[in-house]
């Protein structure tokens, strides 16, 4: 059973800065690709960043130069560090894994960036 932990989300002013983390369990479980998608109040899911098993990230438009996605294979996890944040990126961040066809998702962790 593979399980995905989200962690540091919070409250922080426009310009900020927050990272998030997540933690990827289960035994062997080895993701092709991590990343995170956002859900603000009223919008659909979208696609904030993701990086490969070898490292290459992809970042939306809205987050680039920003946003840096970072992954460790050995621990099989996944960081976002959020700079220059704005209230638009308020949202609830979900963790995902995509490994051989499966995709797993976090529980999501909140975002509000207050203006």
């Known amino acids: 059973q593979v399980q995905l932990a989200e962690s540091g989300g919070g409250l922080v002013q426009a310009g900020g800065s927050l990272r998030l983390s997540c933690a990827a369990s289960?035994?062997?479980?080895?993701?092709?690709?991590m990343g995170w998608y956002r859900q603000a109040p009223g919008k659909q899911r979208e696609f904030v960043a993701h990086i490969t098993s070898g490292g290459a990230p992809n970042y939306a438009d809205s987050v680039k130069g920003r946003f840096t996605i970072s992954r460790d294979n050995a621990k099989n996890t996944v960081s976002l560090q959020m700079n220059s944040l704005k209230p638009e990126d308020t949202a609830v961040y979900y963790c995902?894994?995509?490994?051989?066809?499966?995709?797993?998702w976090g529980q999501g962790t909140q975002v509000t960036v207050s203006s």
């Open positions: 289960g035994s062997f479980f080895r993701a092709n690709v």
């Open positions: 995902y894994a995509w490994s051989y066809g499966r995709t797993y």
